[in-house]
């Protein structure tokens, strides 16, 4: 059992350092710099290299230092405050390659993997077809005999660092008959290959991200080591697991740029004048500011629980992660839209103390697609939405989640992906938590509580209503509203679960804090802006205030950060 540590996260603070200080390597002016080149920032990622950034994505018994998963969300989310382009294309994409031969390797597969990561290599997991998009289950790329040799014959497009990574998980068919163990996932190392087989295509613009080279590769009947397979025939059962950590990692870290645009915008409000006075003394941007600082932290609560759950409930993660995911990227693009009006004109400068805000904007935007992409988290958890109203939610006594699921300094277990399951099984106890949650409150935010309560009593009677054909690929459009409503009462019971088990460490203990945050989410819930109550609103933008002035994060953690920016000015 580990408990998290967080001076990790704090000696890679200070190797970066401050991203406000232009003369910084890897500060935000070099990171911007990049961006304009369409490049990594190759000063950045040396000293990732120097620090051995990629320990953070190997088991404890491999020779690296994950054994948490909220470890690593933290490692990431301090690339990701800094430079999304950073934080997928150094870090993320080789995580998240790594964790399919995690799930489905033998020892000498994990091996393998363990040594490319941390010689610093690159891993890159080749999964997109342009021809079949997120149907994986149509993928053409192939491993074939020829004369007695298995080849790999295809292409992939539109694959992460698939050109400069040494480390390769092709997902390909490996059986002609259908059926669900048609394709199976294949580690590469390209140093053992005939590199004549190989063939680089051309890479892919983008206007997002700008750093992260797209790339495509084509094998022209490649052999492949017999031993490459990883668990034949659990191709898609293994990427099913996989992108439950993706779901749960993407908001987790997206929360970074989100931060640092509203620092940005902060910055930017706090020393300009209008109207005769600051401008953050106008009621309706402090309003703003304070409602984006409580959006933040609902996303940030939920992922708080969301990863712990891959520990402590991982036969339900299933569920979660997608539910999380839906949510979580869309409370965090509507937070930068905000921001981009409090800064007017200043939102779109590549130039100037504002410049960053811009390439944030355009990054974040890849937090709602791809694979992990909201269609695709609905399609993940409508065919559970009937079992789980039956079953769990229809249970006469809910039953709690566990208080390691919410108490950020409980130890955690294992992280053992293999206990990811492909289905929750009926079981939700992340809901089943609110009714003893709002048990515990009093006055306005009992009835914020008790609201939440009647609309999982309304979600479980729509969802036991569900047909076969509504939860389906062809579902109809109304049902996506079905998954949009579990991942506010999710957040609902994420946001006190985090309250109750924490003691004001997480979040003060006075309960203004959970009514300001359960008013935003009732408002996004119902469809209309929802003004925070006068004294919860005061409360959130004076410790916005104090955070910003004092150099310290937004996050759970408040920790002290190494930013300069204008955390002096008064």
Same mark, same amino acid.
């Given at each position: 059992?580990?408990?998290?540590?967080?001076?990790?996260?704090?000696?890679?603070?200070?190797?970066?350092?401050?991203?406000?200080?232009?003369? @910084?390597?890897?500060?935000?002016?070099?990171?911007?710099?990049?961006?304009?080149?369409?490049?990594?920032?190759?000063?950045?990622?040396?000293?990732?290299?120097?620090?051995?950034?990629?320990?953070?994505?190997?088991?404890?018994?491999?020779?690296?230092?994950?054994?948490?998963?909220?470890?690593?969300?933290?490692?990431? &989310?301090?690339?990701?405050?800094?430079?999304?382009?950073?934080?997928?294309?150094?870090?993320?994409?080789?995580?998240?390659?790594?964790?399919?031969?995690?799930?489905?390797?033998?020892?000498?597969?994990?091996?393998?993997?363990?040594?490319?990561?941390?010689? @610093?290599?690159?891993?890159?997991?080749?999964?997109?077809?342009?021809? $079949?998009?997120?149907?994986?289950?149509?993928?053409?790329?192939?491993?074939?005999?020829?004369?007695?040799?298995?080849?790999?014959?295809?292409?992939?497009?539109?694959?992460?660092?698939?050109?400069?990574?040494?480390?390769?998980?092709?997902?390909?068919?490996?059986?002609?008959?259908?059926?669900?163990?048609?394709?199976s996932q294949i580690l590469l190392d390209k140093r053992t290959l005939d590199r004549t087989r190989l063939h680089d295509l051309p890479r892919f613009p983008s206007s997002g991200m700008r750093g992260v080279?797209?790339?495509?590769?084509?094998?022209?009947?490649?052999?492949?080591?017999?031993?490459?397979?990883?668990?034949?025939?659990?191709?898609?059962?293994?990427?099913? &697991?996989?992108?439950?950590?993706?779901?749960?990692?993407?908001?987790?870290?997206?929360?970074?740029?989100?931060? #640092?645009?509203?620092?940005?915008?902060?910055?930017?409000?706090?020393?300009?004048?209008?109207?005769?006075?600051?401008?953050?003394?106008?009621? $309706?941007?402090?309003?703003?500011?304070?409602?984006?600082?409580?959006?933040?932290?609902?996303?940030?609560?939920?992922?708080?629980?969301?990863? !712990?759950?891959?520990?402590?409930?991982?036969?339900?993660? #299933?569920?979660?992660?997608?539910?999380?995911?839906?949510?979580?990227?869309?409370?965090?693009?509507?937070?930068?839209?905000?921001?981009?009006?409090?800064?007017?004109? $200043?939102?779109?400068?590549?130039?100037?103390?504002?410049?960053?805000?811009?390439?944030?904007?355009?990054?974040?935007?890849?937090?709602?697609?791809?694979?992990?992409? &909201?269609?695709?988290?609905?399609?993940?958890?409508?065919?559970?939405? =009937?079992?789980?109203? !039956? !079953?769990?939610?229809?249970? =006469?006594?809910?039953?709690?989640?566990?208080?390691?699921?919410?108490?950020?300094?409980?130890?955690?277990?294992?992280?053992?992906?293999?206990?990811?399951?492909?289905?929750?099984?009926?079981?939700?106890?992340?809901?089943? #938590? %609110?009714?003893?949650?709002?048990?515990?409150?009093?006055?306005?935010?009992?009835?914020?509580?008790?609201?939440?309560?009647?609309?999982?009593?309304?979600?479980?009677?729509?969802?036991?209503?569900?047909r076969p054909g509504d939860v389906t690929v062809t579902a109809p459009a109304d049902a996506a509203a079905l998954v949009t409503r579990l991942g506010h009462v999710h957040a609902a019971a994420c946001v006190?679960?985090?309250?109750? $088990?924490?003691?004001?460490?997480?979040?003060?203990?006075?309960?203004?804090?959970?009514?300001?945050?359960?008013?935003? %989410?009732?408002?996004? *819930?119902?469809?209309?802006?929802?003004? *925070?109550?006068?004294?919860?609103?005061?409360?959130?933008?004076?410790?916005?205030?104090?955070?910003? &002035?004092?150099?310290?994060?937004?996050? *759970?953690?408040?920790?002290?950060? =190494?930013?300069?920016?204008?955390?002096?000015? =008064?």
């Amino acid at each position: 059992m580990t408990t998290i540590d967080r001076s990790r996260v704090d000696r890679l603070e200070r190797h970066l350092g401050d991203p406000f200080d232009d003369s @910084n390597p890897t500060g935000f002016a070099a990171l911007l710099d990049a961006d304009e080149r369409g490049e990594m920032c190759s000063a950045a990622e040396r000293a990732l290299d120097a620090y051995g950034f990629n320990a953070e994505f190997v088991p404890v018994e491999l020779g690296g230092r994950m054994s948490r998963l909220d470890d690593v969300v933290a490692a990431l &989310r301090s690339l990701y405050r800094r430079d999304p382009s950073l934080g997928l294309g150094y870090g993320m994409s080789s995580f998240i390659s790594s964790v399919n031969v995690w799930l489905a390797g033998d020892e000498r597969q994990r091996r393998t993997a363990a040594d490319l990561i941390l010689g @610093n290599h690159r891993l890159a997991a080749a999964y997109h077809e342009l021809a $079949h998009g997120n149907d994986m289950a149509g993928a053409e790329c192939a491993v074939v005999d020829v004369d007695g040799t298995p080849v790999l014959r295809g292409r992939k497009e539109v694959v992460t660092n698939v050109s400069r990574a040494q480390g390769l998980i092709v997902f390909a068919r490996t059986d002609e008959r259908p059926g669900s163990r048609s394709h199976s996932q294949i580690l590469l190392d390209k140093r053992t290959l005939d590199r004549t087989r190989l063939h680089d295509l051309p890479r892919f613009p983008s206007s997002g991200m700008r750093g992260v080279q797209l790339h495509g590769i084509e094998f022209d009947d490649c052999p492949v080591p017999p031993d490459a397979v990883l668990g034949r025939g659990r191709g898609l059962e293994t990427a099913m &697991r996989s992108f439950q950590i993706t779901r749960i990692l993407a908001p987790a870290v997206m929360c970074g740029p989100v931060e #640092s645009g509203l620092r940005v915008a902060l910055n930017h409000l706090t020393a300009r004048t209008l109207y005769g006075g600051r401008a953050t003394d106008l009621p $309706h941007l402090r309003s703003a500011l304070a409602g984006v600082f409580a959006d933040l932290l609902l996303v940030e609560c939920f992922g708080a629980a969301a990863v !712990r759950a891959v520990h402590v409930l991982p036969g339900q993660a #299933s569920v979660l992660s997608a539910v999380y995911k839906h949510f979580g990227s869309a409370v965090l693009l509507d937070a930068m839209s905000t921001l981009s009006e409090l800064l007017g004109a $200043h939102f779109y400068l590549r130039t100037g103390p504002t410049a960053i805000f811009q390439k944030l904007l355009r990054d974040i935007r890849l937090v709602g697609f791809g694979h992990a992409a &909201r269609a695709a988290c609905e399609s993940a958890v409508l065919p559970q939405l =009937p079992v789980l109203a !039956r !079953r769990s939610w229809s249970a =006469p006594v809910p039953e709690d989640a566990p208080a390691g699921l919410f108490d950020l300094a409980a130890p955690l277990g294992p992280l053992e992906f293999d206990r990811l399951g492909l289905s929750a099984g009926g079981r939700d106890h992340l809901s089943g #938590s %609110l009714t003893e949650s709002v048990a515990g409150l009093s006055g306005p935010t009992a009835a914020l509580g008790d609201l939440f309560l009647a609309e999982h009593a309304a979600l479980t009677r729509d969802c036991a209503a569900l047909r076969p054909g509504d939860v389906t690929v062809t579902a109809p459009a109304d049902a996506a509203a079905l998954v949009t409503r579990l991942g506010h009462v999710h957040a609902a019971a994420c946001v006190l679960g985090i309250w109750r $088990h924490n003691a004001g460490s997480a979040l003060p203990d006075d309960q203004v804090w959970p009514q300001a945050l359960l008013t935003r %989410l009732e408002g996004r *819930l119902r469809g209309r802006p929802a003004a *925070l109550p006068e004294a919860a609103e005061e409360a959130l933008y004076a410790e916005l205030l104090d955070r910003f &002035r004092t150099g310290r994060s937004f996050d *759970l953690a408040a920790r002290f950060l =190494p930013d300069g920016h204008g955390a002096a000015r =008064p």
